[in-house]
């Protein structure tokens, strides 16, 4: 479990802005953090990476403080447990991928966990390229499983995919939930983009001006509570959920998450990333696919 109470005052181009956090994060859990840009989301994962120090506060993992302003307690981002990965790649460009991955490891113990992060991630094929060998998609991988090597505590991702294009993105996506699945390190993950809060987290920050102005399921924080009887939307398909005998489809409409219920026979037509038009039929919404 992770126990944030961290405040810290910032100077931005608008003058100060103080940045206030209290949440507590389970053991596994996968976390986003979304709001407008310089509203202090990347500030708050250096503060729990060691990067920067909070104003006051306590960061406690497991019990252990890794930082505790009233006792002067302030490890080194050596010392913390922590994996990241940040939207530019890092990967060292004289450095193969395998050798990229296992860079941190002991040496003894570099094969194995190397290896098994190279089947893992899908990048055996790649392990003796240089980055400048690799797609942003690939280097991003490897990023990943280099900040999984040292089997971390917690994850933290700032926008690790947003310079990637969709289908990519997508995949990463994917690819991101298994590697979370298999090594289940809490995670951390900056977003913009609302359809990866979704198909990613449980539970989702808004910050907003260094403030969390909402938390909660991306469902609770996001869906559009009032809908007037007559609308078109256009969206896409985030998520399908079955719910007995219908779906509840989920669907991105600019900043909302509106949820339509939908048919076996509606579903057929339908998956994630797909756009939809909403519109309502009498009182019931009616959803189908749009031609692309
Ligand atoms: N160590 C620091 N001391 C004082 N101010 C800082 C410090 N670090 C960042 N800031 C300021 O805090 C503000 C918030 O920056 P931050 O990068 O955390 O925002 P963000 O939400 O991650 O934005 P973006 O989405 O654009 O990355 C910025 O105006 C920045 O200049």
């Not at 307690?73 to 395998?98: C, E, H, K, W």
């Not at 990229?100 to 094969?111: C, F, M, S, T």
């Not at 392990?127 to 280097?139: C, T």
């Not at 579903?267 to 959803?287: C, D, H, Q």
């Amino acid at each position: 479990m992770i126990q944030v109470h961290v405040s810290k005052r910032l100077h931005t181009a608008e003058g100060p802005m103080d940045l206030v956090f209290s949440g507590t994060i389970e053991q596994g859990e996968f976390i986003t953090l979304f709001g407008p840009s310089g509203a202090g989301k990347t500030t708050l994962l250096r503060m729990i990476a060691g990067l920067t120090t909070p104003d006051s506060g306590t960061i406690i993992v497991d019990g252990q403080p890794w930082f505790d302003s009233g006792r002067r307690i302030n490890l080194s981002p050596r010392r913390r447990s922590i994996g990241m990965v940040f939207q530019d790649y890092a990967l060292f460009p004289n450095l193969t991928v395998a050798e990229n991955i296992g860079l941190a490891l002991p040496r003894e113990k570099r094969g194995v966990i190397v290896g098994e992060l190279l089947e893992v991630a899908g990048l055996q094929e790649l392990a003796g390229r240089k980055p400048d060998k690799l797609s942003g998609g690939q280097r991003q991988r490897v990023a990943l499983a280099r900040a999984l090597a040292l089997k971390p505590t917690i994850l933290l991702l700032d926008e690790p995919l947003s310079a990637l294009d969709l289908q990519m993105r997508l995949k990463l996506q994917d690819e991101l939930l298994r590697l979370h699945q298999r090594y289940q390190p809490t995670t951390l993950l900056v977003s913009h983009d609302l359809s990866e809060v979704f198909r990613l987290s449980r539970r989702v920050f808004v910050l907003d001006r260094g403030e969390v102005t909402r938390s909660g399921s991306p469902t609770e924080v996001f869906s559009q509570s009032k809908i007037s009887n007559k609308f078109r939307f256009n969206g896409e398909v985030v998520h399908i959920k079955p719910s007995g005998v219908v779906y509840i489809v989920h669907v991105l409409v600019g900043q909302d998450i509106v949820q339509v219920i939908a048919s076996e026979r509606e579903i057929a037509t339908l998956k994630v990333g797909k756009r939809v038009l909403i519109a309502s039929k009498a009182f019931n919404p009616l959803i189908m696919p749009l031609d692309e």
